[in-house]
T-cell receptor, first 111, second 115 residues
Framework: DQQVKQNSPSLSVQEGRISILNCDYTNSMFDYFLWYKKYPAEGPTFLISISSIKDKNEDGRFTVFLNKSAKHLSLHIVPSQPGDSAVYFCAANFGNEKLTFGTGTRLTIIP | DTEVTQTPKHLVMGMTNKKSLKCEQHMGHRAMYWYKQKAKKPPELMFVYSYEKLSINESVPSRFSPECPNSSLLNLHLHALQPEDSALYLC??????????????FGPGTRLTVL
């Protein structure tokens, strides 16, 4: 039972444009959401997070939006840069140690 | 120091071997984790240590044996593994687990191949 889903396995975006990565979840108990970025042969790197009491969190080029009623979150990257090419995982938990990861979206930025 | 280190980077072992994976962090984090990641799949939680005590074991087979000698170190002892155990093994750490905003910091992983 995949509680956190990323339905797009891959996404290609032109450099300078906006990248939008989507994530859906089924467990309404989740109250904290995170995005991680992963390069090949490296561990995931934490990017940005959002608590369920908010609907938006911004950090530089990265913004995460949360729609609790739709059980949906998205990560916006603007402007997209070649170094953003990586696999992006969304993850969720409900205030304990266990992170549940989505299946990942491979983002490719086209120069 | 905001880094989680893991050794070795790569490991090839036979099914009868005994080996250990090591993980270290010096961020003062009191929670440490082992994850397993297969190709094109998300990381899967294996174990969680909180204050050096095992708090979560996600029904992992006993051929994987975790150990947390102190708050900075986490080991994963491997014995009699199967070829299907070949994967990237990731270690992570975080602040005390009672916090909601529990960002986990990951190491680079150990790529394990079981022959």
């Amino acid at each position: 039972d995949q509680q956190v889903k990323q339905n797009s396995p891959s996404l290609s975006v032109q450099e300078g444009r906006i990248s939008i990565l989507n994530c859906d979840y089924t467990n309404s108990m989740f109250d904290y959401f995170l995005w991680y970025k992963k390069y090949p042969a490296e561990g995931p790197t934490f990017l940005i997070s959002i608590s369920s009491i908010k609907d938006k969190n911004e950090d530089g080029r990265f913004t995460v939006f949360l729609n609790k009623s739709a059980k949906h979150l998205s990560l916006h990257i603007v402007p997209s840069q070649p170094g953003d090419s990586a696999v992006y995982f969304c993850a969720a938990n409900f205030g304990n140690e266990k992170l549940t990861f989505g299946t990942g979206t491979r983002l490719t930025i086209i120069p | 120091d905001t880094e989680v280190t893991q050794t070795p980077k790569h490991l090839v072992m036979g099914m009868t071997n005994k080996k250990s994976l090591k993980c270290e962090q010096h961020m003062g984090h009191r929670a440490m984790y082992w994850y397993k990641q297969k190709a094109k799949k998300p990381p899967e939680l294996m174990f969680v240590y909180s204050y050096e005590k095992l708090s979560i074991n996600e029904s992992v087979p006993s051929r994987f044996s975790p150990e947390c000698p102190n708050s900075s170190l986490l080991n994963l002892h491997l014995h009699a593994l199967q070829p299907e155990d070949s994967a990237l093994y990731l270690c992570a750490s975080s602040q005390v687990t009672s916090l909601v905003n529990n960002e986990q910091f990951f190491g680079p992983g150990t790529r394990l191949t079981v022959l």
